[in-house]
């Protein structure tokens, strides 16, 4: 867009009043006032970050830096109201490198060149922004919020279907051409979101590692620009499903879709979390859509032969008997034979791949043996090698052995094939080597019992099985189940009580033990107490009243502070007097503590620590409840418009009351005064 005051150089189209005069040939426009008073609020209110080139602050390369923003942008918009040059080029870098992602707007100064005139351009109301107006009044800044709402109103509905089209003309009409491939930028600002984004995703890594997926959830929402941002969803969603956090995956992978609709790995792994979360048919709908568009692509094959498999377990899982489960597992032996028939296939496409393999042996084995247990004909799963496979599987499986990083998958492969071969002793060898390699996490071994329960639930080398089903169970509990424990979660957030010198009370000292006694009834309300966990920020005021009361009544309490220790006591809570700083230790020095800046490192820069700490409490509330109606939440707030951005009271409650929780609002201005 144009800066500063520009002279429109034609007659406008529209009649613009001036003193005594009817319209005029030349006037200035405030481009500066169009950015500042329209165009960021509305990118704003349509859910944008609004970013042009005066926003940078630090020094360097001006055309680079340019350059940088046209070409990675989620979205650029260009006021092309009037014939400025620099405009005009801009817009065509981005038409060159994108085949979508720019919204064209024009307040009516000029006709629009031959090469744009067919493109699609919304207007706005360009006399508002008419040079050194006397009338920027009370009407005027309503006629701005008027046009405020309409134009992001227009942008909400353009940024939505912009993933449908292509918006830029060279795109639409130059078939085949390919969009640039910006990953390998390597601008300052390019090298410094990499550093970004690789600080980001160690720590995704060590989050996992830590079983923190409260911390992964509130990566997936930190990375700023569009390519990293992909990568860390992709990584976010990848750990969240390791930790058996599906439905948070879901929708990290949705929201990834959302930018990547043709991301065929994300697909693959969404219709995989979908079969996890019991959505089996729209898992299987789904593969194989994805198996006949790539029919030659072995990981979806793979996670199709996963679906049918969890499927043929559970049709004869819950039968009461050995004899009914190997009954009803035959009569259901087809969906056994697709499963086996997929994993095949994805075999075939990779015979280094271990893990389709054992899947196709195994599957085998079981349907012979059960073929000579009961008296169905044997489905046809189309193998006719099994000797042969396994021969294959075993020389792969020994080969991903030598690598360290497959150790905790290629040695219960082994230890497999030697239950299917009918060797126990070694069998339970490759399984205690697998359980205890260093670092070994819980969804691994819970993975590897999970199989074994196919042999154990019809069977199959009883003898053999059950000594390797103790040693995995006797792991996990030495590892510990770092699945949700809690029955209800409460997490708080809230005014801190209010300093000396504030002049308009929001949560005043004298209010202290009426808004502890709201907080106590509304505990009791909800039969918190022990088996519970509370999650608070820890500053004075409500977060450690909430604390207090919750593990009065016998809850867990976790306090998740914005700031390091000593930091948080000093900004948060010395203020308020000595008595608050000795309640904060006690509580610490009594429950788990962990800090933002320790755990997460700083936040974007959109976002204030305080306000990204709330989110890491919401998040880490999140994967910490089972059903969505044991979460609840108190909030001691003025219910004052203020703190409505991201991780703000209002939109913590908003988000809250999305994910189905309880939020119960305590306004301490509206207790009665004590006594």
């Given at each position: 867009m144009?800066?500063?005051?520009?002279?429109?150089?034609?007659?406008?189209?529209?009649?613009?009043?001036?003193?005594?005069q009817?319209?005029?040939e030349?006037?200035?426009?405030?481009?500066?006032?169009?950015y500042?008073?329209?165009?960021?609020?509305?990118?704003?209110?349509?859910?944008?970050?609004?970013?042009?080139?005066?926003?940078?602050k630090?020094?360097?390369?001006?055309?680079?830096?340019?350059?940088?923003?046209?070409?990675?942008?989620?979205?650029?918009?260009?006021?092309?109201?009037?014939?400025?040059?620099n405009?005009?080029y801009?817009?065509?870098?981005?038409?060159?490198?994108?085949?979508?992602?720019v919204?064209?707007?024009?307040?009516?100064?000029?006709?629009?060149?031959?090469?744009?005139?067919?493109?699609?351009?919304?207007?706005?109301?360009?006399?508002?922004?008419?040079?050194?107006?006397k009338?920027?009044?009370?009407?005027?800044?309503?006629?701005?919020k008027?046009?405020?709402?309409?134009?992001?109103?227009?942008?909400?509905?353009?940024?939505?279907?912009?993933?449908q089209?292509?918006?830029?003309?060279?795109?639409?009409?130059?078939?085949?051409?390919?969009?640039?491939?910006?990953?390998?930028?390597?601008?300052?600002?390019?090298?410094?979101?990499?550093?970004?984004s690789?600080?980001?995703?160690?720590?995704?890594k060590?989050?996992?590692?830590e079983?923190?997926?409260?911390?992964?959830?509130?990566?997936?929402?930190?990375?700023?620009?569009?390519?990293h941002?992909?990568?860390?969803?992709?990584?976010?969603?990848?750990?969240?499903?390791?930790?058996?956090?599906?439905?948070?995956?879901?929708?990290?992978?949705?929201?990834?879709?959302?930018?990547?609709?043709?991301?065929?790995?994300?697909?693959?792994?969404?219709?995989l979390?979908?079969?996890?979360?019991?959505?089996?048919?729209?898992?299987e709908?789904?593969?194989?859509?994805?198996?006949?568009?790539?029919?030659?692509?072995?990981?979806?094959?793979?996670m199709?032969?996963?679906?049918?498999?969890?499927?043929?377990?559970?049709?004869?899982?819950?039968?009461?008997?050995?004899e009914?489960?190997?009954?009803?597992?035959?009569?259901?032996?087809?969906?056994?034979?697709?499963?086996?028939?997929?994993?095949?296939?994805?075999?075939?496409?990779?015979?280094?791949?271990?893990?389709?393999?054992?899947?196709?042996?195994?599957?085998?084995?079981l349907?012979d043996?059960?073929?000579?247990?009961?008296?169905?004909?044997?489905?046809?799963?189309?193998?006719?090698?099994?000797?042969?496979?396994?021969?294959v599987?075993?020389?792969?499986?020994?080969?991903?052995l030598?690598?360290?990083?497959?150790?905790?998958?290629?040695?219960?492969?082994?230890?497999e094939?030697?239950?299917?071969?009918?060797?126990?002793p070694?069998?339970?060898r490759?399984?205690?080597?697998?359980?205890n390699?260093?670092?070994?996490?819980?969804?691994?071994?819970?993975?590897?019992?999970?199989?074994?329960?196919?042999?154990e639930?019809?069977?199959?080398?009883?003898?053999?099985?059950?000594?390797?089903?103790?040693?995995?169970?006797?792991?996990?509990?030495?590892?510990?189940?770092?699945?949700?424990?809690?029955?209800?979660?409460?997490?708080?957030?809230?005014?801190?009580?209010?300093?000396?010198?504030?002049?308009?009370?929001?949560?005043?000292?004298?209010?202290?033990?009426?808004?502890?006694?709201?907080?106590?009834?509304?505990?009791?309300?909800?039969?918190?107490?022990?088996g519970?966990?509370?999650?608070?920020?820890?500053?004075?005021?409500?977060?450690?009243?909430?604390?207090?009361?919750?593990?009065?009544?016998?809850?867990?309490?976790?306090?998740?502070?914005?700031?390091?220790?000593?930091?948080?006591?000093?900004?948060?809570?010395?203020?308020?007097g000595?008595?608050?700083?000795?309640?904060?230790?006690?509580?610490?020095?009594?429950?788990?503590?962990?800090?933002?800046?320790?755990?997460?490192?700083?936040?974007?820069?959109?976002?204030?620590?305080?306000?990204?700490?709330?989110?890491?409490m919401?998040?880490?509330?999140?994967?910490?409840?089972?059903?969505?109606?044991?979460?609840?939440?108190?909030?001691v707030?003025?219910?004052?418009?203020?703190?409505?951005?991201?991780?703000?009271?209002?939109?913590?409650?908003a988000?809250?009351?999305?994910?189905?929780?309880?939020?119960?609002?305590?306004?301490?201005?509206?207790?009665?005064?004590?006594g």
């Amino acid at each position: 867009m144009p800066f500063g005051k520009k002279d429109v150089p034609k007659k406008p189209k529209v009649e613009v009043p001036a003193e005594g005069q009817g319209a005029i040939e030349s006037l200035k426009v405030d481009f500066d006032a169009v950015y500042e008073k329209l165009l960021a609020p509305a990118l704003r209110e349509a859910g944008c970050v609004p970013f042009r080139a005066t926003d940078e602050k630090g020094a360097g390369d001006i055309r680079k830096d340019m350059f940088f923003e046209l070409v990675t942008a989620d979205l650029v918009l260009a006021d092309i109201s009037i014939l400025n040059a620099n405009v005009f080029y801009e817009l065509g870098v981005r038409h060159g490198v994108a085949p979508r992602g720019v919204i064209s707007i024009h307040a009516g100064w000029s006709d629009r060149p031959f090469d744009v005139a067919p493109d699609r351009t919304f207007k706005y109301n360009g006399q508002l922004f008419i040079a050194d107006q006397k009338t920027r009044d009370a009407a005027w800044e309503e006629q701005v919020k008027t046009e405020v709402d309409q134009l992001a109103a227009t942008l909400r509905d353009a940024i939505a279907e912009d993933e449908q089209t292509i918006g830029s003309p060279v795109y639409s009409m130059v078939e085949g051409l390919k969009p640039v491939d910006w990953s390998g930028i390597s601008t300052a600002r390019s090298i410094y979101f990499q550093k970004l984004s690789d600080d980001w995703r160690q720590r995704v890594k060590v989050a996992r590692k830590e079983r923190h997926p409260g911390d992964i959830l509130t990566f997936a929402g930190d990375m700023p620009t569009r390519l990293h941002r992909k990568q860390l969803l992709w990584q976010c969603a990848r750990a969240l499903v390791e930790l058996h956090r599906f439905e948070q995956a879901r929708g990290v992978l949705e929201e990834l879709l959302e930018m990547d609709r043709d991301n065929f790995e994300a697909r693959s792994f969404l219709a995989l979390v979908d079969n996890r979360l019991g959505r089996s048919a729209n898992a299987e709908e789904s593969l194989d859509a994805l198996v006949n568009a790539r029919p030659g692509d072995g990981e979806a094959q793979g996670m199709l032969g996963r679906v049918y498999k969890d499927l043929w377990r559970v049709a004869w899982k819950d039968q009461a008997t050995l004899e009914e489960r190997q009954s009803v597992a035959m009569e259901n032996a087809v969906i056994a034979a697709k499963a086996i028939a997929s994993y095949e296939r994805a075999l075939r496409q990779d015979l280094g791949n271990y893990y389709n393999g054992i899947n196709v042996v195994t599957l085998q084995s079981l349907l012979d043996f059960l073929a000579e247990k009961t008296v169905a004909l044997p489905a046809d799963s189309g193998v006719s090698d099994l000797a042969e496979l396994i021969s294959v599987v075993s020389v792969a499986t020994r080969q991903g052995l030598k690598n360290p990083n497959e150790l905790a998958w290629a040695a219960p492969s082994l230890g497999e094939l030697e239950l299917i071969r009918g060797n126990a002793p070694e069998a339970l060898r490759r399984y205690q080597q697998a359980a205890n390699a260093p670092g070994a996490p819980y969804f691994e071994i819970e993975s590897m019992l999970g199989q074994l329960r196919l042999f154990e639930g019809l069977g199959f080398r009883a003898e053999a099985v059950a000594p390797v089903v103790k040693l995995l169970e006797r792991k996990l509990t030495q590892l510990g189940n770092p699945l949700p424990a809690f029955g209800k979660v409460v997490v708080c957030s809230g005014h801190m009580i209010d300093k000396s010198d504030r002049i308009k009370a929001r949560f005043p000292a004298s209010k202290e033990a009426a808004v502890r006694e709201k907080i106590a009834g509304l505990l009791a309300a909800w039969g918190v107490g022990k088996g519970d966990l509370a999650i608070s920020g820890g500053a004075c005021g409500s977060d450690i009243l909430l604390a207090e009361e919750c593990q009065r009544r016998g809850a867990s309490v976790r306090l998740m502070l914005a700031l390091p220790r000593a930091d948080f006591v000093s900004k948060s809570v010395a203020f308020a007097g000595n008595n608050w700083v000795q309640r904060f230790h006690q509580l610490a020095n009594t429950c788990e503590v962990a800090d933002q800046t320790s755990r997460l490192g700083k936040p974007p820069a959109d976002l204030d620590v305080f306000s990204r700490c709330n989110l890491w409490m919401l998040n880490t509330a999140r994967v910490e409840v089972g059903p969505a109606d044991h979460l609840f939440s108190v909030l001691v707030w003025d219910e004052k418009p203020t703190g409505d951005g991201p991780g703000g009271t209002s939109d913590f409650a908003a988000r809250v009351r999305d994910l189905g929780g309880v939020v119960e609002i305590i306004n301490p201005t509206k207790l009665p005064e004590p006594g």
